[in-house]
T-cell receptor, first 112, second 115 residues
Framework: GENVEQHPSTLSVQEGDSAVIKCTYS??????FPWYKQELGKGPQLIIDIRSNVGEKKDQRIAVTLNKTAKHFSLHITETQPEDSAVYFCAASKAGANNLFFGTGTRLTVIP | DSGVTQTPKHLITATGQRVTLRCSPRSGDLSVYWYQQSLDQGLQFLIH???????AKGNILERFSAQQFPDLHSELNLSSLELGDSALYFCASSFHRGKANYGYTFGSGTRLTVV
């Protein structure tokens, strides 16, 4: 099955700096890569996703890049704010499978 | 409100007992997934139901079982509870259209404490 690895496990940045979280996947058939944000005491929330037919997608301060050859994808958060502090999960799945394989999570702390 | 409803929000029970967690998926979603999240751990996939049928099993213990009813709500049954079963249990739902994948919508979870 698919194996998704996520790094780093914890990340601290100063407010206003950028944060980057990286994930690798093992199954070359995977073609859908969502990112989730989990705030304390809440369920994970989808914040951005990318499909394998594009290399980059942006939504305001967040962006995701995908390198299919290297089988890795990354989440970029620019101009970080304290409310960005949360646990972020990457995930991968392949067409028709609909089962998401999650990374182990990154705890991001934005220091005011 | 994500549209996925989980009840109860909190549950405290003794070892050896049995509990039922309930999930109502977002309107229109046919798939329900159950995940377990222990303290500071990742999301462990338990089981997936699609339109009433079991589609995939993950690391689900034999003491645990689930079902999805005709109205698409799902229940996760946990029996012979042990201290190590204390965790957050999340339900997620998704909509399938052809072979395209769509993200999950998670509920707010049920926090189970076994004492």
């Amino acid at each position: 099955g698919e194996n998704v690895e996520q790094h780093p496990s914890t990340l601290s940045v100063q407010e206003g700096d950028s944060a980057v979280i990286k994930c690798t996947y093992s199954d070359s058939a995977s073609n859908y890569f969502p990112w989730y944000k989990q705030e304390l005491g809440k369920g994970p929330q989808l914040i951005i996703d990318i499909r394998s037919n594009v290399g980059e997608k942006k939504d305001q301060r967040i962006a995701v890049t995908l390198n299919k050859t290297a089988k890795h994808f990354s989440l970029h958060i620019t101009e970080t704010q304290p409310e960005d502090s949360a646990v972020y999960f990457c995930a991968a799945s392949k067409a028709g499978a609909n089962n998401l394989f999650f990374g182990t999570g990154t705890r991001l702390t934005v220091i005011p | 409100d994500s549209g996925v409803t989980q009840t109860p929000k909190h549950l405290i029970t003794a070892t050896g007992q049995r509990v039922t967690l309930r999930c109502s998926p977002r309107s229109g979603d046919l798939s329900v997934y159950w995940y377990q999240q222990s303290l500071d751990q990742g999301l462990q996939f338990l089981i997936h139901y699609y339109n009433g049928e079991e589609r995939a099993k993950g690391n689900i213990l034999e003491r645990f079982s689930a079902q999805q009813f005709p109205d698409l709500h799902s229940e996760l049954n946990l029996s012979s509870l042990e201290l190590g079963d204390s965790a957050l249990y999340f339900c997620a739902s998704s909509f399938h259209r052809g072979k395209a994948n769509y993200g999950y919508t998670f509920g707010s979870g049920t926090r189970l404490t076994v004492v």
